[in-house]
Nanobody
Framework: QVQLVESGGGLVQAGGSLRLSCTSS????????MGWFRQAPGKEREFVAA???????VYADSVKGRFTISRDRANNMVYLQMNKLKPEDTAVYYC?????????????????WGQGTQVTVSS
């Protein structure tokens, strides 16, 4: 059984930083595309960032220049470093895996998802 687990969320003041982590069990995703999405209350899940099998990256315009996605293949981890956080970044953050394609901004392209980690940014 494949499971993704996110961690690292929490409460932070505007302008602060957090680093989210995502690990997996049941399968190694070292050369799969992986992404981060987020969902705020009452809103649809939206794309944040993704990393390809070749480590090329893509970001939503709203986080470009503030967030960085990276991976550690040796430890089967994917990270999302979030700097200069804003109250509008408040959401549950999810990591997902694309097993049959490259990095994607489309929710339905992701085959596996974690349970999410809450990020709350106070003003």
């Amino acid at each position: 059984q494949v499971q993704l687990v996110e961690s690292g969320g929490g409460l932070v003041q505007a302008g602060g930083s957090l680093r989210l982590s995502c690990t997996s069990s049941g399968r190694t995703f070292s050369y799969d595309a992986m992404g981060w999405f987020r969902q705020a209350p009452g809103k649809e899940r939206e794309f944040v960032a993704a990393i390809n099998w070749s480590d090329s990256t893509v970001y939503a315009d709203s986080v470009k220049g503030r967030f960085t996605i990276s991976r550690d293949r040796a430890n089967n981890m994917v990270y999302l470093q979030m700097n200069k956080l804003k109250p509008e970044d408040t959401a549950v953050y999810y990591c997902g895996v694309v097993t049959t394609g490259g990095a994607s901004e489309t929710y339905s392209d992701y085959e596996y998802w974690g349970q999410g980690t809450q990020v709350t940014v106070s003003s």
